[in-house]
C-alpha cells in the first residue's frame, strides 16, 4: 500500500503539481492573459482574423421555410424530455463558466480537468472556448433569429437566463461551437476514447435543444463553427504548444489511474434519454 503511494506521488508530479489541491503550475502558465470579461480569458486568436460566421454558415431559416418547419419538427421532439434527467444535465451544461465548462467532459476524457491536476488542459479549454464562441457572433448579430421560446412560449431549463437570452441571437449556436471544438481537441488529445468524446460534443449541443433556447439549424452551424475554429488554431503556435503539454498531462494522469471530477454515473444515465 506504501509502494502504491509512492507511485502515484511520482505519477502526480510529472504533471507538475502535488496530490493536494495546487494550482502554482495553473497561476504562471495563465499570468498575464486578459480577461474578455470577468471570469473568461481571452482566446488565442485576433478577433479580427476569427473564421467568419457571416461567411461561412449558410443565412438563417426564414419564417415559415421548410428549414424553419423542420426546426419546429425536432424542436417539439425535445420539448418532451422536459423535466426529465437529460433536461438537468442540459441545465448544467447550459453553465459556461469555470471550472464547470471543464468539468462536462472530465467522464468523457476519463481524467479530472481542472486546475489542480491538469492546468495546461484547463488553460487551453478557457482559451479555446473563448474563440469558438466569439466565432458565432457576426453571424448572430446579422441575423438575430428568435429563439424558440420566444415562439413556442414553453419554459427553458435556465430561466434565469431569459431575460439575456431575448437579447441575444440565436443562429448559430455559441454554446455549440465550444461543446464541439472542445470535443474534436479532446479527441486529437485522446484517440482511444475519440468516440466518446465526440458523443458528449454532440450531446452538448443538443442539449440547448433540450434546453428550448436554440433550433436544430443553430446547433449544427453551431458545430460548423467549432471545427472551423479548431482548423484556425492548429496553426497557432501557442495553442500547438499548450496542446503538446495538455497531452502529457492527460497521460501521466490516466497513467497515475486519476478519475474524473465529475458523477459520471448520472451523465450516462442522462445522456440515455434521447428524443425520440
Known sequence: MKMKSILLAIALSTLGVHAKSNTAVYDKISAGIPELIPGFLSGY??????????????????PGSAAQKYDDTVSAKYLKLRGTARWKLAAKDADLTFPNAAKAFSCALGVPIDKEHTPHLYLLLQRMMSDAGLSTYAAKNQYQRLRPFLINNQPICTPKEKERLK???????????????????????????????????????ENRLVCNVHWYSDVIEGRFMGASTVARLHANAQFMADLAAAKKEVAAARKAGLKPNSDCKLEEEALAIKAE
Not at 45 to 62: C, E, G, M, W
Open 45 to 62: 486568436i485576433d478577433p479580427k482574423v476569427l473564421p467568419n460566421s457571416k461567411k461561412l454558415i449558410y443565412k438563417a431559416p426564414a
Open 167 to 205: 437579447k441575444s441571437g440565436s443562429y448559430p449556436s455559441g454554446h455549440s461551437a465550444k461543446g464541439w471544438a472542445t470535443a474534436l481537441v479532446l479527441a486529437e488529445i485522446a484517440p482511444d476514447r475519440a468516440d466518446t468524446i465526440l458523443a458528449r460534443g454532440r450531446a452538448y449541443g
